[in-house]
């Protein structure tokens, strides 16, 4: 999504859609208009109401990148480049500044701007071996079982998601964000009965595993049984957050694979059948 809006009260407004955008790691791209030379400001209004020294200053806690750029070429750099980062995985929004400079000024000579190709990254996927390690303790498993934070992109990655419950005929929970619905292997399974849990972008680990009692004192208390084999195959360790931490609390796991999901899900099934 591409949002454009002002500084500072067009970005307070919409500051706090732009903080649900990075806790759901969903691609924001969001340019903000801004008169940064102070001699070229407007009396009373761009003074009052459209004007700071910093722009992206209120929302850097919980973007993926901003940047402030000073010439065309800069800032057709830099919009290439906030795209590219935006849609690399673990997703995130971007700003990106206009100030009214950029947008006003006379191009004495377009033949000296360049817009740079854009070529996105390709997804990180895990490590062959540590991949066969996590297929070799899924197969061996008794009762394993799989949980899906926000894993599928697009069809192809459900059909993955599919072919691996089906490949090793393991419940999957995690609700339409992982599995189709309505197909059997969806939603079943108990973190109690599980000899082997599988997360899969699981954002709230800890909290699948423990239940937390909120009364006048507070307790935690296990839920999985003892001697469960815990595994962590998450983008999200790619881009820990800072300040605003829209992470649960650290769970200590047997196997931490810091990768795309999606993109590791075929080097999963073809371990797994082999």
């Known amino acids: 999504m591409a949002v454009a809006t002002f500084v500072p009260a067009g970005l307070q407004h919409a ?63 830099s919009a290439v480049r906030a795209y590219k980062i935006a849609m690399t995985i673990p997703y995130g ?13 006379h191009i004495p000579d377009r033949s000296k701007l360049h817009i740079p190709k854009l070529t996105l990254s390709q ?13 070799k303790l899924l197969v061996a498993a008794e009762s394993p079982l799989i949980i899906c934070g926000d894993v599928v992109r697009d069809e192809e990655g459900r059909r993955l998601m599919v072919e691996l419950a089906e490949t090793l005929q393991v419940p999957i929970q995690g609700g339409g964000r992982g599995m189709p619905n309505r197909h059997p292997l969806s ?3 108990r ?3 599980a000899d082997v849990i599988l997360g899969l972008n699981l954002s ?11 009364q006048q004192e507070t307790s935690l208390t296990s839920l999985i049984k003892p001697g469960t084999k815990l595994i962590n195959i998450s983008a999200y360790d790619l881009n820990v957050p800072r300040n605003y931490q829209n992470i649960d609390r650290y769970t200590e796991v047997d196997i931490s694979i810091a990768a795309d999901p999606q993109g590791t899900l075929p ?6 059948n082999a």
């Not at 929004?93 to 000024?105: H, N, T």
């Not at 080097?267 to 797994?272: F, M, S």
Request: glycine share 8%; charged share 20%.
């Open 15 to 77: 500051a706090m859609t732009l903080y649900g955008a990075y806790s759901s790691h969903i691609p924001v791209y969001m340019i903000l208009g801004n008169h940064l030379d102070a001699a070229r400001r407007r009396p009373g209004i761009d003074w009052s109401g459209h004007s700071v020294q910093d722009a992206p200053a209120m929302v850097r806690d919980f973007v993926k990148w901003d940047d402030t750029p000073v010439s065309l070429q800069h800032f057709a750099e």
């Open 93 to 105: 929004p971007v700003v990106l500044v206009a100030d009214s400079s950029l947008q006003e000024d």
């Open 123 to 135: 997804p990180p996927v895990g490590d062959p071996k540590a991949i066969a390690e996590v297929a």
């Open 187 to 189: 939603g079943g399974g």
């Open 191 to 193: 973190v109690g009965n």
């Open 204 to 214: 709230d680990f800890f909290g699948t595993i423990y239940n937390f009692r909120d």
């Open 267 to 272: 080097v999963l099934i073809e371990a797994c």
